[in-house]
């Protein structure tokens, strides 16, 4: 892994599974680390865990509920005090097999997994840029295959289904990657977007049903680790070989095609617009 001394990491969501893994992984190459996360059990012990790895480590935590609005603004601002910010990891994710809304009136699953990622990434593209060059790395999946995007109905007030929501929150990461690099060109900031294959984490243990037993008892047999999943995250936040590539979808470190959908440009414009809106900033 290429030295990153002097450089700092954003990383969401990196208390466990593929985002903890993260962070580990970039332990002991001298960038300063910098985790978001909820729940401050979690934080503690993943900071203790950076420690352990490399007592020399630079890392520090930062709460917040990702899933609101008001909660991203107030940690990008938090952030936007960083000195520099060369790499912004999103990677907050959840599945919820149970429609609920935020208090911002939104779908739980399209809040933390598409609004947060698009909000957070608005807010410090200037202090990203700023830091030029500079990367964005967005975790997707190929569930999004096979996904379509309602504009009609992106809360999914119906016929909502907890593994069609995730699903099209992650053709959402992509269309938004796709959209941002093409908005980004001139910046020095690269955008990609990446699935990590089946991890073996605590992703869909807050469902029930026949979806946890079926996720659990797929976890047993074919899932990878999280330090395999993470080694594509790691790729595309330090790699020279993919320093000026971007709008692209990764998968085991190598480009991939995404789905039909996910490669629909007038889609990924409307879902920008859209997403504009609804966090009250200009689509420019």
Not at 140 to 153: I, K, P, T, W
């Amino acid at each position: 892994m290429p030295a990153l001394d002097g450089k700092i990491v954003v990383i969401t969501g990196a208390t466990s599974g593929i985002g903890l893994a993260t962070a580990e992984a970039l332990a002991t190459s001298g960038a300063r680390l910098v985790l978001l996360a909820r729940d401050p059990a979690k934080g503690a012990a993943a900071l203790a865990r950076l420690k352990e790895l490399n007592s020399a480590c630079d890392a520090d935590v930062l709460y917040a509920d990702l899933s609101r609005l008001d909660a991203v603004r107030k940690i990008a601002a938090a952030l936007e005090a960083l000195p520099r910010l060369d790499v912004l990891v999103n990677n907050a994710g959840a599945i919820f097999n149970r429609r609920a809304e935020t208090e911002d009136r939104l779908e739980r699953t399209f809040a933390l997994n598409h609004m947060n990622y698009y909000l957070l990434t608005r807010l410090l593209l200037p202090r990203l840029a700023a830091s030029a060059p500079a990367r964005i790395v967005n975790v997707a999946s190929g569930a999004h295959r096979g996904a379509q995007l309602d504009f009609n109905d992106l809360q999914m007030a119906r016929g909502y289904r907890g593994r069609t929501a995730y699903q099209r929150s992650k053709l959402c990461n992509i269309l938004f990657t796709r959209e941002l690099a093409r908005r980004i060109v001139d910046m020095g900031v690269t955008a990609n977007c990446l699935h990590p294959g089946f991890v073996a984490t605590g992703f869909g243990d807050n469902t029930d049903g026949l979806f946890r037993i079926a996720l659990s008892i797929g976890k047993r047999l074919v899932a990878i680790s999280p330090a395999r999943g993470a080694e594509t995250v790691v790729y595309l936040a330090t790699a020279p070989e993919v320093a000026s590539k971007s709008g692209l979808y990764f998968g085991e470190c190598r480009v991939e095609t995404p789905s039909t959908a996910a490669r629909d440009d007038v889609a990924a414009l409307k879902l920008w617009n859209e997403s504009a809106r609804i966090a009250g900033l200009p689509a420019a």
